[in-house]
């Protein structure tokens, strides 16, 4: 995903490209700019990259407590079978 800091760094390079005696217009277009680009942006179906690296740990832990608990079944089913 892009984030805000991506989208100014856009804008940015959109207003740098304007002549210098169109600043206020550019200044204006730069803040039209950020301010559509987010909109679109948070339209889309997507996370942030921080929110897909905490999942990402819970995923991790998820999957380390299921390993366990599927041995603890595994040895609890040996130790009934070999009563």
């Known amino acids: 995903m892009i984030n805000a800091k991506k ?3 856009i804008a940015k390079q959109v207003t740098e490209s304007i002549p210098p005696g169109l600043k206020n217009l550019a ?3 730069e803040d039209k700019t950020k301010t559509v680009l987010q909109r679109k942006l948070s339209q889309l179906d997507v996370v942030s990259r921080e929110e897909f690296d905490v999942q990402t740990q819970v995923l991790i832990k998820t999957r380390e407590k299921l390993s366990a608990l599927e041995a603890k079944i595994a040895e609890l089913e040996a130790k009934m079978s070999g009563e």
């Open 7 to 9: 989208i100014e760094e």
């Open 27 to 29: 200044n204006d277009f």
